[in-house]
């Protein structure tokens, strides 16, 4: 094994590598250029917390570059905040194999199912996969959904066994579960921390994964996986695939979708930081830097080629279906303009996330954004303002509800705006999700419970092992939106891991809820709820409404109706001032006229003012 290392001479030597190991040198002038078959494009996918990350750490090490701090990809202030993986991170490896020199791009992958998206495009755009399972947990719910998605793509699997190294590893049954249920085999036993048998996975992965299958002399085209704006210089970084052809930094791209043309400004690869190289060829993963007026010019998963080229579009990446929605409204200083250009920056590195113009009577002008889960949700809001600085009033999540019409038309709706009148449907139908559970035995009952309660329905229960069981439940989405991954972490002490998919539509019985103030309705409040619940929701809602509301000169009445119906009411009691205080004796009509006269004009103010909703209100309901 040769390791290569860009800049300063070091020698690296790994447990369970060949111990043989040499260092080579590469300027910007003389980074090496590859042809595709001795390129091996390959993500590495797995449950979260088993070690991706950390595995990524060591291949780049193993590479020749030295990772300055754990977790070298996640780059993203809310992943180091998190601790999580939000977004897809490629780097590429030198690395000599039975003397012949091979590049190896790799992607970090997310864990976490609200992230799936960026699972999604990255084994779109690679030949193979390392399939990655913690040997203290076994396979997991989001393992059995990666394997599934790298399947349905065509993917070499190379399946892996992480954290051999701890104590409580079951390195023997986690093989064997991998074997059950993926029909996987030459399974390879690694230590990511310690990088014992690490130089076995980057030999197999050039041995078992095939190389691209474009060309260096066709004409020039790539994928545009990601973006992000770099806001200290003004220009956009591009992350791309070459499917074929090279491209030089001497060159203007095009953008099919949008026609437009840009010259670039720097062509490079990623060592993970960021390498200028000059130019890419056919089967490499890099990045171009361009500037970019517009970046509605910018769509993830576009073609990208030369000026004049007669190519045709190349196989589009998946998009998404979002499941749940929130409104953004400015917060106290930021105004509208402001946060549109930063929302319209953040969702072009994000295209899971849709977007559109909403508006708001007490809160302005806005915009509905769909998103892929709660997660997902808040994960986007720390984005917006850690990276732009932008604080907005994100609305409680709601999910896409669906009608059927007397005339038979079907009709789906994410607001209570949006929903038709109750007299013109037939059916209403909620959206449902497909649950699986993987659990130890000690926590089954519970978690059967519990998935009951949220009104599921069982679809399977297979005993993996003597200890670990697989659940799959049909459940409703709103059921889920709240707090259903910290309640299966609850009720199994932390051991079961959950993981979601798309599952149809059931029908349901739906009612529309308004909220007065003082007889006066708040459009931002109204909310979508099941007409079993309404009576119940009703009076939590206005006893939380009346916590949150300041107390003013006059009483305020907060009222939950479904149409002219009165559900629940709450009173805001008034601030009173004492105006007898300055009378020291005489006949008590005079008391009696002062209050009164206070009476009176509380009563016309109450008539006269309009209530001001905190937007703390709004955040919450």
Not at 71 to 87: H, N, W, Y
Not at 100 to 114: C, E, R
Request: with cysteine.
């Amino acid at each position: 094994m040769k390791i290569w290392r860009h800049g300063k001479r070091f020698i690296t030597r790994l447990p369970g590598s060949i111990s043989s190991t040499k260092v080579r040198h590469f300027s910007d002038k003389t980074f090496p250029t590859f042809e595709p078959d001795k390129i091996r494009n390959f993500s590495i996918i797995a449950h979260v917390d088993h070690g991706k990350s950390t595995l990524a750490d060591r291949l780049i090490e193993i590479g020749g570059v030295k990772t300055s701090q754990p977790q070298q990809l996640d780059s993203l202030d809310v992943e180091r905040d998190r601790g999580i993986t939000v977004k897809a991170q490629c780097a590429s490896l030198r690395y000599t194999h039975k003397g012949s020199d091979y590049l190896l791009n790799l992607i970090d992958t997310p864990g976490h199912v609200d992230f799936t998206h960026e699972v999604a495009r990255s084994l779109h755009l690679s030949d193979g996969a390392v399939l990655l399972v913690d040997a203290t947990q076994g396979v997991q719910a989001q393992t059995v959904n990666n394997f599934y998605s790298a399947f349905e793509n065509n993917l070499v699997i190379v399946g892996t066994v992480n954290k051999i190294d701890t104590a409580s590893a079951r390195i023997a049954e986690c093989k064997e579960e991998m074997r059950g249920m993926f029909d996987l085999e030459g399974i390879s036993e690694i230590s990511a921390k310690t990088g014992q048998n690490i130089g076995a996975v980057i030999e197999q992965v050039i041995e078992t994964i095939p190389s691209p299958q474009g060309r260096t002399t066709e004409e020039f085209a790539a994928i545009l996986h990601d973006c992000q704006y770099l806001a200290s210089t003004g220009t956009v970084l591009l992350t791309i695939l070459v499917k074929q052809g090279s491209v030089s930094v001497r060159d203007t791209v095009s953008f099919i979708r949008s026609g437009k043309v840009y010259p670039l400004r720097e062509v490079g690869v990623f060592l993970p930081g960021l390498q200028p190289t000059g130019v890419l060829s056919a089967g490499q993963m890099g990045y171009l830097v361009v500037r970019v007026k517009d970046v509605e010019d910018i769509v993830i998963g576009d073609t990208i080629c030369l000026p004049g080229s007669d190519i045709t579009p190349l196989q589009t990446l998946p998009q998404p279906k979002p499941s749940i929605f929130s409104c953004v409204f400015p917060d106290e200083g930021t105004d509208f303009r402001s946060m549109r250009d930063s929302l319209e920056k953040l969702v072009r590195s994000d295209t899971s996330v849709t977007m559109e113009p909403d508006s708001n009577s007490t809160l302005g002008q806005g915009w509905n954004l769909g998103f892929l889960g709660t997660l997902h949700r808040e994960v986007f809001a720390e984005r917006l303002l850690g990276e732009f600085g932008t604080s907005v009033i994100m609305t409680r999540p709601s999910i896409t509800y669906r009608a059927t019409l007397a005339n038979e038309e079907v009709v789906e709706f994410n607001s209570a705006r949006d929903m038709p009148d109750s007299y013109t449907v037939v059916r209403w139908e909620e959206p449902l999700v497909e649950v699986t559970i993987i659990t130890p035995a000690a926590h089954i009952s519970t978690l059967i419970s519990y998935c009951m309660s949220c009104r599921g329905v069982q679809k399977e229960n297979t005993a993996l092992s003597q200890d670990r069981f697989l659940l799959k439940y049909e459940i409703p989405l709103i059921e889920t939106v709240s707090d259903f991954y910290s309640s299966v972490k609850m009720f199994s002490s932390g051991y079961a891991t959950c993981d979601m998919e798309e599952g149809g539509f059931r029908e349901t019985d739906l009612t529309r809820v308004d909220v007065l103030f003082n007889g006066q309705m708040v459009e931002g409040l109204s909310r979508i709820v099941r007409s079993h619940v309404v009576r119940e929701e009703c009076r939590e809602t206005v006893a939380e409404i009346a916590k949150m509301m300041p107390r003013e000169l006059y009483k305020i009445v907060i009222q939950c109706v479904v149409g002219n119906k009165v559900q629940a009411r709450a009173e805001v009691k008034p601030l009173r001032k004492d105006v007898t205080k300055a009378l020291y004796g005489g006949d008590k009509t005079r008391a009696m006229k002062l209050l009164a006269r206070q009476r009176e004009g509380k009563k016309k103010l109450k008539d006269s003012a309009v209530v001001k909703v905190p937007k703390a209100v709004f955040r919450k309901f």
